[in-house]
């Protein structure tokens, strides 16, 4: 079953019409070999994407923006080194809410993913260059490596080397060739065509993010893909 960008739509609302065109051309090209060659499959790939990528499919880069409450919260690092997330988290107005000062992405996401994934320490500056991107945002040095050698055996022809070009996985075509790539890496192809339950969307967000509090949105993301692409 074709995907067009009438159903793109209707996932992701704020998507442009020419760009979701891009999009759902580059997955039509052979949807049995990238795991996406029914609508169940679809549903579940789209509830994962819209979650990592937002309404408009255009999230490719990994936000770090973080609150120091929500580093400590979400980051092993910062549980341990509370004091440093005080320094790298964003500074609110207490008065107004409005932010007064960014977070230190960089510093972020060197100390966050640190030794993690295949990456090296928080001198290496792995964190920061292996953050995460692509419409599954990929992350982690490892990820980046086993993604690219799944795309050239994906992608008959193209040169890819992720590792050695991460911003390549943010940028389209990459945005989308990263994601399927990671999709038939970790096998979701299978778990999505094991049902269409709340726990079957979320074994594949258990792959995907074990640690996200998204669970909820991601079932409702696939239930409104379902609708869409069936």
Partial sequence: MQINPVQLSLVFPAGGAAYLDQVAKELNHDLPVYGLNTPQRQAHFFAQVRQESGPGLQS??????????ALVKTFGYYKRHPDEAMVDGYDKDPATG??????????VANKAYASRNGNGDVASGDGWRFRGRGF????????YAAVSDKCKALYPGMV???V?????????????RSSVGYWIMKG????????IADADVDRITAVINSNTDSYDERRS????ALNALK
């Fill in 160 to 162: 890819v080397d992720f």
């Fill in 221 to 224: 993301n696939f239930k409104l």
């Fill in 188 to 195: 979701l192809q299978k778990l999505a065509d094991l049902g």
């Fill in 60 to 69: 490719a880069v990994e936000s770090l923006n973080y609150s120091p409450q």
């Fill in 98 to 107: 409005r932010i007064r000062r960014r977070a230190n992405e960089k510093a």
């Fill in 136 to 143: 599954i945002q990929v992350t982690g040095r490892s990820n």
């Fill in 164 to 176: 050695a070009d991460p911003d390549a996985v943010g940028l389209f075509p990459g945005s989308v």
